[in-house]
């Protein structure tokens, strides 16, 4: 048939690829990211209007009445809801987040939880929390991450490389630093910071408001690259800096900068200790914690904001890597260093280098401290993460009970809780505060998915592989042998098999309601299951992660005899497991039978520094670790349908990736298929791109295995 004649595909009204893509994967209209006023009476957090409003808006609870107040309404302020020009850690912070939104994307406040600074289309905004004020501050250019001080008198803000300081009635506004250069930039993380340390901020108010710690980047050393749009020739290239593994970093430093004009630079061993991994300034003073370029070494440091010397706190190592987790290092009220010891399988809460907690916990996050009290999530089944407290008088307490994905936030005794579990698969939050007469729950608009995920979740093989099985609705035992999908992410970043349906859940049974058998499996190097089995794929990331795929494909055969028809088995991924997908079909063809890959790494010494490096070492000590991970070598040896799907302008994975698999799959003469996404990043957002690339995979699916 003709490639003209051929027609759209159909998409049902309420399909789930539609609803996903309409709704940002059901993100709209739920409650998030809940700060409180200093009493703990008063809770701020971010909502859109309805389940498919992209505007963020910032509303307050009442914990004393249990009424919900709208403060800051970009329609209703007449303010430019899109965003400007974003810095690359912003996207990244939002990419990481899934954050589609735009509006009020983030906030902060002065100590009192009283004034609230958010920016919108790089204008500053401030709202009185108690009056519902809120009005526009000028500044002298856009803004960035702005943040009050702890007093509220001014707002520090990012913009045009300058750390700056604004009054609060906007009567002043000047800056504290200076970009020496045009690649030079104070208060903005560079990109391996908010990519893989979890540091998505660069500037940190004293308790007096008087000073900040500032991060300095200076991306000279970094590599100049280009991505270019093929669909509009007219347009120049995008120049990036990107620090591709085994080049320079990009140069940073930490200042402490004075409202008064006083700057004095943080000095340590730089040389020694390149990343600057999580800084911050509390009621001990200024602290920052530094990491070698191994990854094997992390120091703690206490900064004296005197003279901007270092001495070291605490030291961690490791023979493969230290474990960098959200929200470490931390110190209670009292000084106590809160952070983290591996020890056998077991990643310990520690306070003051101390494990406070048991073997068989493996700690995730920490939330927060408030006073001496810890706030943090851990599991000791990988398919649940729970919200945890530990202080020195009751130790550690498990805050929540029902199977699922838990997490939460707390200050001055109240406690807002977020619970994904299978009876609530958009989250469920509660506010608790003693002497309320009963749970307040915070209202979520997010949409009821149209479909329900029904994994079974299996332990496979001898390493107790955590899988779910996807079946499609209505099956029956005899109804006979299905064609197979696996749908794994597989890698270090993310973990797809839990007791709480995500919205990747509600795609793998969407494809199972299509008449597949979906399994999703979580193999070596995945979260949640402790150190050792992190760092199984420490110098290989290619061989554990695929024999687990396949050790389980052969133990869920097993377990359902008759079930899954191996000889009908495809494989899809995205990111790291769109490398897994197509490593898959290269190197096992006599197991997979067709494989999508978006976005996969095929290359990856043009991944970056800190991300690969901590798997595969520098590329001019162990070359043949990349050489062995690389899909170039493998491309002669095709013989199965592989579709390549790339964002034409993914600044992650870069294009560059898919197009040299391509041309080596052409040079050898072996057919593939290759969708390029035009304007799409690492995560496509555009809403018909989004929902019909579920649709083009699900057709490549059927023709490659014939049904």
């Known amino acids: 048939m003709p490639t003209d004649s051929v027609p759209p595909v159909s998409v049902p009204t309420g399909s789930l690829p539609r609803q996903l893509a309409r709704t940002r994967r059901l993100t709209l209209g739920a409650p998030a990211q809940p700060s409180f006023s200093a009493d703990g009476r008063t809770v701020l957090f971010l909502r859109g209007r309805s389940g498919e409003d992209p505007v963020t808006c910032l509303w307050a609870l009442d914990t004393g009445t249990g009424e919900e107040r709208l403060l800051a309404d970009p329609a209703a302020l007449g303010a430019d809801a899109t965003d ?12 990481r987040a899934r954050v589609h939104t735009r509006g009020v994307t983030a906030y902060a406040t002065d100590a009192a939880g009283g004034l609230a600074a958010f920016a919108l289309g790089g204008a500053l905004w401030l709202a009185d929390t108690a009056t519902g004020e809120v009005r526009r501050v000028p500044t002298a250019t856009e803004v960035y991450d702005p943040r009050p001080d ?196 077991t990643r310990h809460l520690t306070v003051d280098g101390k494990p406070v907690t048991p073997p068989g916990l493996r700690i995730r996050s920490v939330l927060g401290t408030d006073g001496e009290q810890v706030l943090f999530t851990a599991s000791d089944e990988p398919t649940e993460t729970h919200l945890w407290s530990w202080d020195p008088v009751t130790g550690a307490v498990r805050l929540s009970e029902e199977p699922g994905v838990h997490t939460g936030a707390r200050r001055a005794g109240t406690l807002v809780h977020t619970a994904h579990t299978p ?14 007469p009963a749970t307040l729950t915070l209202v979520s608009h997010a949409e009821t998915p149209v479909l329900t995920a029904r994994p079974d979740l299996l332990r496979l093989g001898p390493r107790e592989l955590r899988g779910a099985l996807f079946l499609p609705a209505g099956h029956r035992d005899g109804d006979g042998p299905l064609p197979v999908l696996l749908d794994p992410y597989g890698g270090p970043a993310l973990q797809k098999v839990t007791a709480a349906p995500h919205w ?14 979906v399994l999703a499996v979580d193999g ?40 899954l028809d191996l000889d009908r088995v495809a494989i899809r991924g995205w990111s790291y497991g769109g ?70 302008a993914d600044d992650n994975v870069l294009p560059a990736h898919a197009l040299r698999l391509s041309a080596a799959l052409l040079a050898a003469g072996r057919p593939h298929e290759f969708l390029p996404l035009v304007g799409a990043g690492h995560s496509p957002g555009d809403e018909a791109m989004a929902e019909h690339l579920l649709h083009h995979q699900l057709d490549f699916l059927r023709r490659a295995l014939r049904l």
Not at 237 to 250: F, K, S
Not at 608 to 634: C, I
């Open 84 to 95: 400007a020009e974003l810095p690359e850690a912003e996207r990244i912070r939002r990419e």
């Open 423 to 436: 009876g609530a698969p958009t989250g469920r939050t509660t506010v608790h505060r003693a002497g309320l």
């Open 524 to 563: 070596r190097g995945t979260p949640g299951r402790g150190p050792r089995w992190e760092k199984t794929v420490h110098a290989d990331i290619a061989g554990p992660a695929l024999a687990d795929q396949v050790e389980a494909l052969h133990a869920a055969a097993a377990l359902r005899p008759g079930l």
């Open 150 to 345: 702890p007093t509220g008198r001014r707002i520090a803000y990012a913009g045009g490389g300058a750390l700056r300081v604004v009054t609060a009635d906007g009567a002043e506004d000047r800056a504290l630093a200076e970009p020496e250069h045009p690649e030079v930039r104070y208060g903005v993380p560079e990109h391996v910071a908010a990519e893989s340390m979890h540091r998505h901020r660069a500037h940190w108010w004293s308790p007096d408001g008087t000073r900040l710690l500032v991060a300095r980047v200076d991306e000279r050393p970094l590599r100049r690259l280009h991505l270019a749009d093929p669909a509009d020739p007219a347009r120049p290239p995008r120049a990036i800096r990107y620090p591709l593994a085994g080049t320079d970093n990009a140069e940073v430093t930490l200042w402490l900068l004075g409202t008064d004009g006083r700057r004095t630079e943080v000095r340590w061993d730089r040389a020694g200790y390149e990343y600057l991994t999580a800084a911050g300034w509390d009621g001990q003073g200024p602290y920052a914690a530094v990491q070698s370029r191994d990854q094997r070494t992390v120091l703690t440091l206490a900064v004296d904001p005197a003279d901007g010397t270092t001495r070291v706190l605490a030291e961690r190592r490791d023979e493969h890597w230290v474990e960098l987790l959200p929200g470490l290092p931390a110190r209670t009220a009292a000084g106590a260093l809160v952070d983290t010891a591996d020890q056998g399988d």
């Open 579 to 648: 490398f897994l997908a197509a490593l898959a079909v290269l190197r096992r063809p006599d197991v997979f039978h067709a494989a999508v890959a978006g976005a996969a790494p095929t290359d990856h010494r043009l991944y970056d520094t800190h991300w690969k490096e901590r798997f595969l070492g520098h590329p001019d000590e162990h070359p043949e670790r990349y050489d062995a991970a690389s899909l170039l070598p493998d491309a002669p040896g095709l013989r199965r349908p592989l579709l390549l799907i790339q964002g034409l």
């Open 504 to 517: 990747w859940d509600l795609t793998s049974q969407w494809f199972a309601d299509q008449g597949f058998a």
